[in-house]
């Protein structure tokens, strides 16, 4: 398939599915699960970023608008679209040489798994740290951190395993 129209897909897909679905979602009132991250790490790696800044923030700005949230998605996505370079250079060793070939579904369980909660993690801390916005509700934050990020791995991980079959 045409990375474009993957790209493109995976846009529209992971957004609907967020807005839609997942939204509606909240388990023992805290916990939500925030799938539409996974376009961070499914985006294909280059060398010009400017695409997948502008198409991250677009994605967080999107499920903004239809969580009356602010702007907090579109930092805490662009934040991690970021920095998301600097975790493959050192978990998975890639330089520039790389890029092109770079596939998750080429790489080990254990890289991916890290990779992926590494960003998940930062992302909710900083999701729900300017959710919460105080000192005072710091244990909250730790806690929808984690149960956040633990039901949102989950169903990432099923996901790509439920997708990863199917291919086959």
């Known amino acids: 398939m045409n990375k474009t129209i993957y790209i493109i897909f995976l846009f529209v897909f ?23 991250i996974a376009f961070v790490f499914l985006y294909p790696l280059n060398k010009n970023r400017l695409p997948f800044f502008i198409s991250s923030f677009l994605l967080g700005l999107c499920v903004d608008a239809f969580c009356n949230s602010g702007g907090i998605h579109a930092f805490s996505i662009l934040f991690i679209a970021y920095i998301r370079l600097s975790f493959v250079k050192a978990i998975f060793k890639k330089n520039e040489g790389d890029y092109l070939l770079f596939d998750l579904k080429l790489e080990t369980f254990g890289q991916v798994f890290n990779y992926t909660v590494i960003l998940t993690l930062i992302h909710h801390f ?11 509700n710091i244990p909250k934050v730790l806690m929808n951190t984690l149960y956040s990020s633990i039901f949102t791995l989950t169903l990432y991980f099923l996901g ?3 997708f990863r079959k199917k291919l086959k």
């Open 160 to 162: 790509s395993f439920i």
């Open 126 to 136: 900083i999701l729900f740290s300017l959710i919460n916005f105080s000192f005072y």
């Open 14 to 36: 992971l957004l609907l599915l967020q807005v839609l679905v997942l939204n509606n979602i909240l388990f023992l009132g805290y916990i939500n699960p925030y799938l539409y």
